[in-house]
């Protein structure tokens, strides 16, 4: 770790240990913790996946002071404005969208043609750059903690997850309430709470992003083989959740 790191992690360990040992609580109480102990600003971003929909049920239900935003990348799937829709009304809320840049999809489109993201993993990186990972950064400006609907078990990049990590790229707590919860667990949940999903869970899309970037699965394909199934990299991710060199962020020793 560079020493540059350390002025921006020592402040948040006493609150690391604190959040970690909140992990013992259910998810409403993971959440309440996440809010009590996270002096600032907390924000979930949600992107009306499964995960995102238990954790929004909590907070709208709790109504818990957090921002609730999304990445409108602007090629999502129908059904996902669909569900936008169906949450807002279910829980009486407005969901803050945040777009990406005019001006940056203008350019990228005139450079690599409306779908150039197919034809090489720069090219798809750099799509999700603009669509993505820009306006995620305007969502969390000023935030102190930052929500997220990851699970470890989503595939093996992500097996080290724990409750709270420091991002120290941005500066901020991260927390993931469902770190240690299988998928079925989630969807047995959103059936007992009568949890608005997407419609295409039930038609094989485990994991849901952007459109042209992700299909149903195979019988046997892990749970986010769907997703920018054009590559052979399996350690996919679109820059939401990695650092700069492209590794996932890992959590830090409190």
């Not at 979930?44 to 238990?54: A, C, M, P």
């Amino acid at each position: 770790m560079a020493d540059a790191d350390f002025p921006k992690i020592r402040p948040a360990v006493p609150v690391l240990t604190e959040l970690n040992s909140a992990a013992a609580a259910d998810v409403p109480g993971r959440l309440r913790a996440a809010f009590d102990l996270i002096s600032g600003r907390v924000v979930f971003t949600t992107s009306f996946g499964i995960e995102d929909q238990l954790i929004a049920h909590h907070i709208f239900t709790q109504r818990l002071p957090i921002d609730v935003v999304t990445l409108d990348t602007g090629r999502l799937f129908p059904s996902t404005y669909t569900l936008w829709q169906e949450t807002e009304e279910r829980y009486g809320v407005r969901i803050r969208a945040f777009y990406p840049d005019a001006q940056a999809v203008a350019a990228m489109v005139a450079d690599q043609g409306i779908n150039g993201f197919y034809y090489s993993k720069d090219a798809r990186l750099s799509c999700c750059e603009v669509r993505k990972v820009e306006p995620l950064e305007r969502a969390l400006a000023g935030a102190a903690g930052w929500i997220t609907g990851l699970r470890a078990d989503q595939s093996g990049n992500r097996s080290a997850l724990r409750f709270a990590d420091w991002d120290a790229g941005r500066g901020l707590l991260k927390v993931a309430p469902l770190f240690d919860r299988r998928r079925d667990d989630v969807a047995s949940e959103c059936t007992k709470l009568d949890v608005p999903i997407n419609a295409l869970h039930a038609e094989g899309y485990l994991s849901i992003g952007c459109a042209p970037c992700t299909r149903a699965l195979q019988p046997g394909e892990p749970e986010r083989a769907g997703r920018w199934w054009w590559e052979t990299d399996e350690a996919r991710e679109c820059g939401l959740h990695v650092r700069a060199d492209g590794k996932l962020v890992r959590n830090v020793a409190a």
